[in-house]
């Protein structure tokens, strides 16, 4: 697999494999491949791959400040220098560093609302081309509560209410837990309904790191 502007592959493998642990065999078989990101070969469903950080979490420099104090625990000086070596930190330490790699790839990212308006507006433009059902993965360096999650549902179902193509799925990534949401089911106000939230544990975000790092 070809390296990419500021290497996205490692993101869009590192979604791959956390939707199929999580959600199971129904997404074994997505490929790598570009408008969207990740596809199933029969063009059942597409998945574009993207990400969300507000400006000032800007936070490159900080991994190098902290291990140049040396107050780092065994376990967490493992993580660290996984994160100098390979240049990618996503996954590792609660999410609080950035890899030198990756740092193109956040610090060029939007805010959570401008990037569902400008990715909706692609979908319903055909510009994924044509798929039997679209999904949205936004990676999430900030944190979501439950209530803020609601609210992005119900805006990105607004934003694409009377458009003919759009994502029947939005998947929004924490460090830590997966939130899925079906943007198909709404109630009489037409507010999407459901949404499952997965756990991701410490264990399967060094998993899905360290297999993310692999070429195919």
Known sequence: MGKR?????FFERYAQLSLESILGEDYSDLINEDRPDLQKP?????????RAMEPRKDVAQELLNEMAGFNVPAEDKEEMERILQSGYGYGLQEGRYIGHIEYEYWRLAQPLKRIIESKVSKVGSGFYGDFQEYGLYI????????????????????????????????YLSLIDRLYVCDLREVDRLRRPTKCAS???TRGMRSKFFMQALTED
């Open 5 to 9: 502007k500021f290497d996205t592959c």
């Open 42 to 50: 029969d063009h059942s469903l597409g998945i574009e791959v993207t």
């Open 139 to 170: 990676f999430c360096k900030d944190n979501l509560s439950d209530e803020e999650v609601r609210l992005t549902m119900e805006y990105t179902s607004e934003l694409q209410r009377h458009l003919d193509l759009k994502y029947s799925k939005m």
């Open 198 to 200: 997965h756990e991701i």
